[in-house]
């Protein structure tokens, strides 16, 4: 008897036929049992067109545009729905447990002149319960209904805004394991407030 030697889908296939299993789910919630790490899928979505929202709730038909009130940024106090471009930046937001973080969370990076992301996340230490971690879930968003905003500076950044009720086209349950800078989150923000 003759076996064919069959090699595994590389991480950009199975990721492509991930994608096209979640077009046709009923439910909008992505199986997801790959051995890659699930930031790498998000990141695959960004390259498709998306944009990601997380969130700690799990059960949001439409995200409706909320005031955000962060008055440190120019894009920072619209009534919008707000979407990011970066594969790491939604994990943050989406397994904060916001009954054990009261104050204040910061997340943001530099980029070197090689093009590295840097990261850095931090939450205010003096108000949060030990462990302020739950499971979330990441949003998949159409892209086309949003519009990029700009920082301080006039320059375009990974945030994206839509002043309308928006529809995800998918979401991805995640839990804190899945967020890799967990253990180098900062606490106290009051004590860190360089950037």
């Given at each position: 008897m003759h076996f064919e030697h069959l090699t595994p889908h590389s991480e950009q296939e199975q990721f492509t036929l991930l994608l096209a299993k979640v077009k046709n789910s009923p439910s909008g919630f992505i199986e997801y049992r790959l051995g890659f790490p699930k930031y790498r899928f998000l990141a695959y979505l960004l390259e498709q067109g998306y944009l990601l929202h997380g969130s700690s709730v799990e059960d949001v038909e439409t995200l409706e545009p909320r005031q955000v009130n962060d008055a440190s940024k120019k894009s920072g106090n619209q009534v919008a729905v707000y979407a990011v471009s970066d594969p790491i930046l939604p994990l943050f937001y989406a397994i904060k447990d916001r009954?054990?973080?009261?104050?204040?969370?910061?997340?943001?990076?530099?980029?070197?002149?090689?093009?590295?992301?840097?990261?850095?996340?931090?939450?205010?230490?003096?108000?949060?319960?030990?462990?302020?971690?739950?499971?979330?879930?990441?949003?998949?968003?159409?892209?086309?209904?949003?519009?990029?905003?700009?920082?301080?500076?006039?320059?375009?950044?990974?945030?994206?805004?839509?002043?309308?009720?928006?529809?995800?086209?998918a979401r991805l349950r995640v839990t804190p394991e899945d967020f890799p800078y967990l253990e180098e989150v900062k606490s106290d923000i009051s004590t860190h407030n360089s950037y």
């Amino acid at each position: 008897m003759h076996f064919e030697h069959l090699t595994p889908h590389s991480e950009q296939e199975q990721f492509t036929l991930l994608l096209a299993k979640v077009k046709n789910s009923p439910s909008g919630f992505i199986e997801y049992r790959l051995g890659f790490p699930k930031y790498r899928f998000l990141a695959y979505l960004l390259e498709q067109g998306y944009l990601l929202h997380g969130s700690s709730v799990e059960d949001v038909e439409t995200l409706e545009p909320r005031q955000v009130n962060d008055a440190s940024k120019k894009s920072g106090n619209q009534v919008a729905v707000y979407a990011v471009s970066d594969p790491i930046l939604p994990l943050f937001y989406a397994i904060k447990d916001r009954k054990k973080l009261l104050g204040m969370t910061r997340s943001g990076y530099n980029i070197d002149e090689n093009g590295v992301k840097t990261y850095r996340f931090q939450i205010d230490g003096k108000r949060s319960e030990k462990d302020p971690w739950k499971n979330g879930v990441i949003y998949v968003l159409p892209k086309e209904k949003f519009t990029q905003s700009v920082n301080d500076d006039g320059e375009l950044t990974d945030e994206w805004v839509s002043p309308v009720l928006i529809a995800p086209v998918a979401r991805l349950r995640v839990t804190p394991e899945d967020f890799p800078y967990l253990e180098e989150v900062k606490s106290d923000i009051s004590t860190h407030n360089s950037y």
